[in-house]
Every structure is written in C-alpha cells, then in structure tokens.
C-alpha cells in the first residue's frame, strides 16, 4: 500500500499569514490522483481539493494545491479564523486508498 | 441537498457483528460509489470499503478483508456495512461517504455523513 506521512504533525500559524503543509507518498502517486480534506472538532471531513489541485465546491481560492510523483503541498494563502483545524492528503491511484497521519493547524 | 445519516453504531462484544446503515438522500445510489471510512479514538482516517456506482465492484481495506462486507439497497437508498468478527481494534466512528462525482470512478469523497460509533468492549 502507498503510505502517506504528513508534515509538521502541527503547525502554528497566526491569522492572516500562509500555511503550508506537505504530504509525502511512499511510491509515486500517478494520474493525479491525490485530495486533501479538512476536519473540525465534532465534524465529519470536508473535501477540500482533488486531482491535486481542483478545489471542491464551495472550497475558497485561498485554498490551492500542487505537487506531483511523491511530493504534494495544500497551501493557505491568508489563514481565517475558521481555518484551524486538522487537515488530512488522500491517495486514491492505487487499492487501498490511504490517508496521511493528518497535520493539527493551530492558532500561534 | 445532498445528505448522509448512518445509524447502527452502539457497544458490542469482541467477536459479535453489528451492521451499519447509511440513509442516503438528495441522490440516488443506483449510479454512485460509496465508501465507508473510519477514525479511532484520537486518530487518523482509515477507509474501509468501497462499493462502485453500478454495484458490481467492491473493495476492502487490508483490515477489515474477509470480515466486512460491504452492499447497498436500491429500493430503500440505503448503504450497508456488515461487520463480523469484531475486535477493539474496530473501534472508531464509522463515516459513510459519497464518490465526489456520479456515473464513475472517484474515490475522492464529499459530503460524509456525521458517523456512527461502533465500541467494541466485553
């Protein structure tokens, strides 16, 4: 299976500033098939980016992804106070689908 | 509006079965894949199942293979989870979740229901 480890574990940032967590794959992740998902307390996931860089319905433009083989990137432009929370990159190129460990965003 | 509901989550001992129910409403299962996904306390994601949108595929995780299975209801709009053979480990809230796209492939999910916890515990 394709392991996904995630980095930092948590991240401090202060509102207003960029964001910036990584995702590295175990083997190469083709077709573009990588998403990243964002989880409040008491909440289900929420579907953030596809396709490594496609945002999701409703998803605000300070949310964008890139990356490519085994290295991706979610990146927030300018944190809101909503934005805090724990985030999460998806692998769905090969059986099984896995997630990363997940990256605590917190408020410095 | 699309919306997900599960419900059969509760206490079992180890080695009983429960089986899980995701009500689905807002669309229609018959051309949608849908997946079962699960996070243990204070932990990570894990997916469990997958069944493609015209039924006839089905996947597992590594972990729940050959105890888990996985089926859906046309007629009632309901996603199924039967799990045999629990142990603590299976402990976790269970999420059901929606192929991002319909008539597909995905394998990318939105929306998740608001899950279900299944405790495992004598």
């Known amino acids: 299976e394709i392991v996904l480890t995630q980095s930092p574990a948590t991240l401090s940032v202060s509102p207003g500033e960029r964001a910036t967590l990584s995702c590295r794959a175990s083997?190469?992740?083709?077709?573009?098939?990588f998403a990243w998902y964002q989880q409040k307390p008491g909440q289900a996931p929420r579907l953030l980016i596809y396709?490594?860089?496609n945002r999701a319905t409703g998803i605000p433009a300070r949310f964008s992804g890139s990356g490519s083989g085994t290295e991706f990137t979610l990146t927030i432009s300018s944190l809101q106070s909503e934005d805090f929370a724990v985030y999460y990159c998806?692998?769905?190129?090969?059986?099984?689908?896995?997630f990363g460990q997940g990256t605590r965003l917190e408020i410095k | 509006q699309l919306q997900l509901v599960e419900s059969g989550g509760g206490v079992v001992q180890p080695g009983r079965s429960l089986r899980l129910s995701c009500a689905a409403s807002?669309?229609?299962?018959?051309?949608?894949?849908m997946h079962w996904a699960r996070q243990a306390p204070g932990k990570g994601l894990e997916w469990v199942a997958m069944?493609?949108?015209?039924?006839?595929?089905?996947y597992y995780g590594d972990s729940v293979k050959g105890r888990f299975t996985i089926s859906r209801d046309i007629s009632q709009n309901t996603l199924y989870l039967q799990m045999n053979s629990l142990s603590s480990e299976d402990t976790a809230v269970y999420y059901c979740?929606?192929?991002?796209?319909?008539?597909?492939?995905?394998?990318?999910?939105?929306?998740w229901g608001q899950g279900t916890q299944v405790t495992v515990s004598s």
């Open positions: 979740a929606k192929d991002y796209g319909s008539n597909g492939w995905y394998n990318h999910f939105d929306p």
């Open positions: 807002g669309f229609t299962l018959s051309n949608n894949g």
């Open positions: 069944i493609a949108h015209d039924g006839n595929s089905k």
């Open positions: 083997r190469s992740v083709n077709n573009n098939y």
């Open positions: 396709g490594v860089f």
């Open positions: 998806q692998q769905y190129d090969n059986w099984p689908i896995t």
